[in-house]
């Protein structure tokens, strides 16, 4: 968890990107782009004012022309790092040597708002990377994507100081779900810079090493794909932006002969201590330090003793106040069924032979299929939930797979538009089996031509794709254990295709490639 989570991912977005801006009044002017002739019109301009030796004339240049030249010639303000800062370290140092000893930063090829030092032939500079305008995009998508309620759903605000410290799960969602969404669909556009391209591969090299790190299950050839990206991360990090390897990275490439040892790394990260760790600081003790040890075991006792008496009680059902009582204290010490430490696979269930309907030939010994069910909003399987498009929409997105098809493991997206319970009489002892089943309308796969426009096909591993934002005529309904996962969903138009579609991230934490049915033939 720390190492890749809080290690590497948000090493990444802070030491690399520079991700942490400070948000912009909404009311200042956005500056106007400056093409390569006015770049060495500014340049000119800003050595002549050190020429001069007038503050207000350094001043004049836009910060990014005083922050190249400074870091071009070694020059740090011994103050703050801001425009005037970076205005009086140049003074200094030219009076000390000369301005014809200074060297020029060069001209970017294309127009820019925000001068800066190209590091490398692709016009990548550090801290450049995630501009204000990308921060804003990610900010929007953010907000329009579809999470499931088990994952928590980064501030909307992310980018800016002021949302705080954020946890592992934030950098988790926001890198491999959030990000991967915006920037895959942005620096794939045909407008997309070579550097663009680059810093997009770096990236994923990134994310999927993360994302096959963290699935619950391994084995030798998952450990050695994730070798084999986080190698490629640092390679080409290193070659990027030629950036000093920290001490995450050399532990990151470690992790494989972990993962071969001693399997999923959730049998070993810290996500359970850290959940006690929260839970320990709720605690009241009054500043107390000598009797905290006591005070702790004295509330572990007490709610263990309370939940062991309200699940083996058998309470009477007569009571609605006795059962506003239970209700309250069921919502009070429910664990938070959200985050990495929800297991977002499907429990065990009924296990019966497929039922027949009423009308089936007598000659049909299964069970018979009452025509009556029960339909809810909701339903709650292995601590996940699963809800209905107009009831619960984040959780209407999923993966499943459909038992009558050619291929019934291949993968098909779609949403949930109604969840039912069926009642029928089982086998055997004619016990009375209830088993939910869910209404599913599924999208419509790309053809074949408009599948080489999807930017995301361009990385099998991400197990992220587009669908047209449009359903089959007609519904499918699917046991729960046909079920696969949810999928993070966001809508936009693709350049080069002429409508809407959908952006399906799957969210499934168990497989490390998922089979997907084939482009449609309309």
């Not at 340049?43 to 350094?58: D, F, I, P, W, Y």
């Not at 800062?85 to 301005?99: F, I, M, P």
């Not at 089996?433 to 599948?451: K, N, Q, R």
Request: with cysteine; glycine share 4%; aromatic share 10%.
């Amino acid at each position: 968890m720390h190492n890749l989570f809080l290690g590497d991912l948000r090493h990444h977005c802070r030491e690399v990107w520079g991700i942490n801006i400070k948000d912009q009044k909404t009311t200042a002017k956005k500056a106007v782009p400056h093409t390569p002739e006015e770049q060495e019109k500014w340049l000119g301009r800003l050595l002549a004012a050190l020429r001069k030796g007038a503050l207000s004339a350094v001043m004049q240049p836009r910060k990014g022309y005083l922050v190249a030249l400074a870091q071009l010639n070694g020059i740090v303000p011994e103050s703050k790092m801001t425009k005037h800062g970076y205005g009086s370290a140049l003074l200094e140092w030219v009076r000390q040597h000369s301005v014809d000893d200074l060297r020029i930063p060069p001209i970017l090829s294309k127009a820019t708002n925000e001068f800066h030092l190209t590091d490398n032939q692709y016009d990548i500079s550090k801290f450049q990377i995630l501009t204000a305008d990308v921060i804003a995009m990610l900010r929007s998508d953010i907000l329009a994507t579809f999470l499931p309620s088990w994952i928590e759903r980064p501030p909307a605000n992310f980018g800016s100081p002021s949302h705080g410290k954020l946890k592992a799960d934030h950098w988790r969602t926001v890198c491999t779900v959030s990000m991967v969404i915006t920037l895959v669909r942005v620096w794939s556009l045909s407008t997309a810079t070579t550097g663009e391209r680059k810093l997009l591969e770096n990236f994923i090299h990134l994310v999927v090493a993360v994302d096959l790190a963290t699935r619950r299950s391994m084995d030798a050839e998952r450990a050695r794909l994730f070798d084999h990206h986080m190698l490629e991360y640092l390679r080409t990090l290193r070659e990027l932006f030629d950036h000093d390897l920290v001490p995450n990275h050399h532990l990151s490439l470690h992790l494989a002969s972990c993962l071969l040892l001693f399997g999923p790394v959730r049998g070993m990260w810290g996500f359970p201590f850290e959940r006690y760790n929260g839970i320990i600081q709720h605690l009241k003790t009054n500043n107390h330090i000598s009797q905290i040890p006591l005070t702790f075991m004295r509330f572990f006792y007490a709610g263990a003793e309370l939940r062991w008496l309200k699940s083996s009680t058998e309470w009477p059902d007569e009571s609605d106040e006795l059962r506003d009582v239970l209700e309250a204290f069921t919502q009070a010490y429910q664990d938070e069924a959200r985050g990495s430490r929800v297991l977002d696979v499907f429990g065990a269930v009924s296990t019966d032979p497929s039922p027949c309907t009423d009308d089936s030939d007598l000659s049909d010994r299964r069970a018979r299929l009452s025509p009556h069910v029960r339909y809810i909003p909701k339903l709650e399987l292995a601590r996940a939930t699963y809800g209905t498009r107009s009831q619960n929409i984040r959780n209407s997105f999923v993966y499943f797979k459909l038992p009558s098809s050619d291929d019934p493991s291949l993968l098909r997206a779609g949403q949930i538009s109604h969840i039912f319970l069926h009642s029928r009489l089982g086998t055997g002892e004619q016990q009375r089996i209830i088993e939910p089943f869910v209404v599913i309308e599924e999208y419509v796969a790309l053809t074949s031509e408009h599948a080489d426009h999807d930017p995301y096909r361009r990385f099998p591993l991400l197990n992220t794709r587009l669908y047209y934002n449009r359903f089959h005529m007609s519904s499918v309904i699917a046991r729960t254990t046909d079920v696969v996962s949810h999928f993070a969903a966001f809508v936009y138009n693709p350049e080069g295709i002429s409508e809407p579609c959908v952006v399906a991230r799957s969210l499934d934490r168990v497989r490390a490639t998922l089979p997907y049915a084939a482009s449609a033939n309309l």
